[in-house]
């Protein structure tokens, strides 16, 4: 009896090892295939594909999303090859992704990266034409990157080497060494000339000082200058008020003046007025007097008629002579 309990034991141990055996492979070998996946193609044209196989991983932010389907090396354009991908579909892919090959330097097994690059947030879903799925860019691989920044740092040293060997030519070394001793010559002409600009400098100091003391003397004779054209200014406001009171005054007389003489003219011209009334009356009274005399004249002039009186045919009607 404990025999035949131990083999069952052992049999249901063995069996549920072999249950446990097979569930794995058939999770490690299908598990991948019953996720939802959406199916989009790259082609890699400037990367090497050392180490990418069929079921190699898609990584996206280091999380496996999917898995390489199929590849296909294009006859007619050489160096392209065609990936085909199946990538979860809860997996972000969007409008400007970019793949790259990432390569585990110990194993050298090859995996796809995926990148969004952010410039959208668009999913990835246009087809373009002639395809069947949609297409992702190539992108640029770290390496790839380290290479072409090596490459540029290389053939920047080199062309600093040539022009550092330009630089070092008999022509530019001679050149060089004739500025040199320029250089010297004038580092021995300074040195000789030292004691001169130290007598020039104590001489700029002298004066200097000098102009100081003379900045001094000029501020007090502008200080006391405009002292004097203080006093001066009160003295010519105080002219000024005398002036305008005279000015005042002159006016208020003139302004009487000019009554007065308004008074005057007044006066003058009713005078004037009676003056000519009395010379009119004047004038006729001689002219009246006049006329007499002319009459007393012509009477005289004639004794006859003042004898005898008139002729007769001088009377007038009704009048008869004496």
């Known amino acids: 009896m404990e025999s035949e309990a131990r083999y069952a034991w052992v049999g249901a141990t063995v069996v549920a090892l072999f249950l446990i055996l097979v569930g794995g492979l058939y999770w490690l070998s299908g598990a991948a295939e019953r996720l939802p996946t959406k199916r989009y193609t790259v082609y890699f044209q400037n990367q090497s594909l050392e180490g990418l196989q069929i ?5 996206m932010q280091g999380i496996s999303v999917g898995r390489v389907e199929d590849y296909t090396i294009l006859p007619d354009r050489p160096g392209t090859v065609r990936v085909s991908l199946a990538v979860d579909r809860r997996a972000p892919v969007l409008e400007g992704v970019q793949a790259v090959i990432s390569r585990n330097l110990l194993t050298g097994l090859a995996a796809v990266e995926l990148t969004n690059t952010g410039a959208s947030r668009v999913p ?11 297409v992702i860019a190539e992108g640029v691989a770290d390496l790839s990157r380290v290479a072409e920044l090596v490459e540029d740092l290389g053939r920047t040293g080199h062309e600093s080497l040539k022009r550092l060997n330009s630089l070092l030519a008999d022509d530019n070394q001679k050149a060089l060494a004739g500025t040199l001793r320029n250089l010297n010559a004038l580092t021995g002409e300074l040195r000789q000339s030292v004691p001169e600009m130290h007598a020039t400098l104590a001489a ?17 004779v502008v200080r006391e200058g405009g002292a004097q054209l203080a006093r001066v200014a009160r003295s010519a406001e105080h002219t000024l008020a005398e002036a305008d009171m005279t000015l005042q005054t002159a006016r208020a007389s003139l ?12 006066s003058l011209r009713i005078s004037a007025d009676l003056a000519t009334q009395e010379v009119e009356a004047t004038s006729q009274s001689l002219r009246q007097a006049g006329e007499a005399l002319q009459a007393a004249g012509r009477g005289l002039s004639d004794p006859v008629r003042i004898l005898y009186g008139p002729p007769s045919d001088a009377l007038g009607p009704g009048e008869a002579r004496p």
């Open 255 to 266: 302004g009487r003046m000019e009554q007065t003489l308004d008074g005057i003219a007044m």
């Open 124 to 134: 990835l879903m246009r087809v373009p034409q002639g395809e069947t799925d949609p």
């Open 55 to 59: 079921g190699s991983p898609v990584r």
């Open 204 to 220: 700029a100091r002298q004066a200097a000082g000098q102009l100081q003391g003379s900045t001094a003397e000029m501020g007090q």
